[in-house]
């Protein structure tokens, strides 16, 4: 969630090494990587709803998804498919997003991360069933940033704790105070950690699924909803939601299938 493309690697980001070991892996496996996919939506419940069900915004309302509406895992569970699913709540929670998942779990708590990667996982070691599909979903590239593995020496200014949810920083728009050059840094150093974050925690679930025997005959798909602005464009909004430019709804994609392993 919130993951633009420019900010991995294998997209031609060199700052920081946000992405190594996945862009290792993916390679390795020969992967396709996309270099132009584009999401329907620069907020998270209309751009994941429209690449769960193949359908664009004035189908399922933006906000809400009508019963009425095959999803992808419907799709999937009808042809023989086990459908789970392990996200990080919030925007993904909302009603009409788990049809076809059994079980569908999600959770909001501390670390981005945790409530969704450590619980995939297992399940994968677990699975001894027929066709699966699985779906993992992680926040750590969402605000509040609860990571800092690149800000480590990084002056804050006059920002406090990221991970609490620091009101100068959501509070940015709103008060038409503009952050320094020093803080902008440092919020793009907390996102670049979440980025860093959920991309070894993907290696690792890819990892789970070659040792599982089953690499050769998964699909695996690497996305995004949506990316955040970090400031390209505009002095108040370090943010998403607001606009349809390049930083918003320019998406990862990579996809390794049976053809190409």
Not at 17 to 33: F, I, K, Q, V
Not at 47 to 68: C, N, Q
């Amino acid at each position: 969630d919130t993951l633009r493309a420019d900010r991995l690697g294998c997209y031609g980001y060199t700052a920081r090494p946000t992405s190594e070991r996945l862009d290792h892996t993916l390679e390795e496996w020969g992967a396709a990587l996309f270099s132009r996919a584009y999401s329907a939506s620069p907020w998270t419940i209309p751009a994941t709803a429209k690449f769960m069900s193949s359908r664009y915004l004035d189908f399922h309302g933006v906000r809400l998804i009508p019963e009425s509406a095959t999803m992808l895992a419907e799709f999937l569970r009808d042809r023989g498919s086990y459908c789970a699913a392990f996200t990080g709540g919030g925007r993904v929670a909302v009603p009409g997003m788990a049809q076809g998942f059994h079980p569908y779990r999600w959770s909001r708590g501390g670390g981005q991360g945790e409530g969704s990667f450590p619980r995939a996982g297992p399940w994968l070691r677990q699975w001894d069933g027929g066709p699966f599909f699985l779906l993992v979903h992680t926040y750590e590239t969402h605000r509040p940033y609860t990571r800092d593995t690149f800000c480590r020496g990084l002056p804050r200014g006059r920002l406090g704790d990221l991970s609490a949810g620091e009101p100068m920083l959501n509070r940015e728009a709103n008060t038409g105070t503009a952050l320094t050059p020093v803080e902008r840094a440092y919020v793009q150093a907390a996102y670049d950690s979440g980025v860093y974050h959920a991309c070894e925690a993907t290696a690792d679930l890819l990892e789970t699924l070659a040792r599982s025997g089953r690499r050769r005959d998964s699909v695996v798909v690497v996305l995004s909803d949506h990316g955040e602005e970090l400031w390209d464009r505009h002095q108040l909004f370090g943010a998403h939601g607001h606009s349809l430019h390049s930083e918003m709804i320019d998406v990862p994609l990579v996809i390794h299938s049976p053809e190409t392993a």
